[in-house]
């Protein structure tokens, strides 16, 4: 049996000719829309203001797409990291409660290619990319979303490799019809994959942040094999091209690894390579995958570097390290759920 279309994840353009090609009149694509993303309705009979043989028409073809996770793990800080089943493989999404703001890390691809040295989701390899429906379930299916202030796409996959998808998404999350929310309450991550960032910054005022770890080209390559594709130069050069105002923001994201890239010559290069660009740096620490013999930097260099960073006028933070008592650093969760599922496929083959 052919599974039925998704209406949840799909624009008022998208849904316009949806409703037109079963007969409906146009302006019901803006009542679904209505239901769908500011109602927050669970399925389509909840649908009152249409009638019962234009649900039952768009039943014919239409399911909501709404899927729960399968699982989720709550750490003794109020982190939780849900687990979805997507099309033969899993994805995560991380829920951060703070004082002043609850945030969700969604993921936009199963698995990644980019390879990342320091990174769990890039040891699956690419295994999909997701649909603007299912970045989106992320956000409508787990506990907490009606009390989300922010959204961070920086969980697993490179946001940018899926494009379309995530720009729908982000359409969908900031449109007057759709949740309406502020893209400033929305930030982007990349590893910089040029053309796209350049079509991000185009077409979203949602914020910005490029994943750059090392501020030599050398050590960059080791770390982030993309960046023989895409180099430094390359991205500095397309964010010095875009006017971002007071109210957009670039960041990178910097995680630090002991005698790698936490010394005195990586802060002078960093304050050269981003001057006259008004960003800020969040450095990260790194907490250790499997497979990789990267160690992170102990805390009194990590102090050290963010006050160096600040000397040079840079507005830098530490962010806070969550969840530490879960699976909380992106890709641990499904790659054990991965793992279990071969565990019990290697078993059963050899029953």
Not at 13 to 33: D, F, H, S, W
Not at 279 to 297: A, M
Request: glycine share 6%; hydrophobic share 35%.
């Amino acid at each position: 049996m052919q599974q039925k279309e998704a209406l949840f994840g799909k624009t008022l353009e998208q849904l316009k000719a949806v409703v037109l090609e079963i007969g409906l009149p146009k302006y019901t694509a803006a009542q679904i829309c209505n239901w769908l993303y500011q109602k927050k309705c669970s399925s389509m009979e909840e649908m009152t203001n249409l009638s019962k043989k234009a649900r039952a028409s768009l039943s014919d073809k239409y399911d909501m797409g709404l899927d729960t996770p399968i699982s989720v793990q709550s750490s003794k800080d109020g982190t939780k990291k849900y687990l979805f089943k997507s099309d033969g493989g899993y994805i995560e999404a991380a829920y951060i409660p703070e004082k002043t703001r609850n945030t969700l890390c969604v993921s936009s691809q199963v698995g990644c290619k980019m390879r990342c040295l320091f990174c769990m989701t890039g040891k699956q390899g690419l295994q999909g990319n997701l649909t603007a429906n299912q970045i989106l379930n992320q956000v409508r299916s787990i506990a907490e979303h009606g009390q989300l202030t922010n959204i961070v796409y920086m969980g697993m996959g490179e946001p940018f490799d899926n494009l379309d998808e995530v720009m729908q998404s982000l359409e969908i999350l900031t449109a007057e019809w759709g949740y309406g929310w502020s893209p400033k309450r929305i930030t982007v991550s990349t590893i910089g994959i040029v053309p796209a960032m350049k079509h991000f910054l185009e077409n979203s005022n949602c914020h910005l942040a490029v994943s750059l770890h090392s501020p030599f080209e050398s050590e960059r390559r080791l770390l982030m094999p993309v960046s023989q594709k895409y180099t430094i130069e390359d991205i500095i050069r397309e964010i010095k091209s875009h006017d971002f105002g007071r109210q957009r923001r670039v960041s990178f994201e910097y995680i630090l690894f002991k005698g790698l890239n936490d010394t005195p010559k990586h802060v002078k290069e960093l304050a050269r390579i981003l001057n006259g660009i008004r960003c800020r740096i969040n450095l990260i620490r790194f907490h250790e995958i499997p497979g990789t013999q990267l160690e992170t930097t102990d805390e009194k260099r990590l102090e050290a570097f963010k006050e160096e960073l600040k000397t040079k006028g840079i507005t830098t933070t530490i962010r806070a390290s969550r969840g530490q008592d879960i699976d909380a650093a992106c890709g641990l969760l499904s790659t054990r759920e991965m793992s279990k599922k071969q565990d019990l496929k290697n078993l059963t083959l050899d029953i």
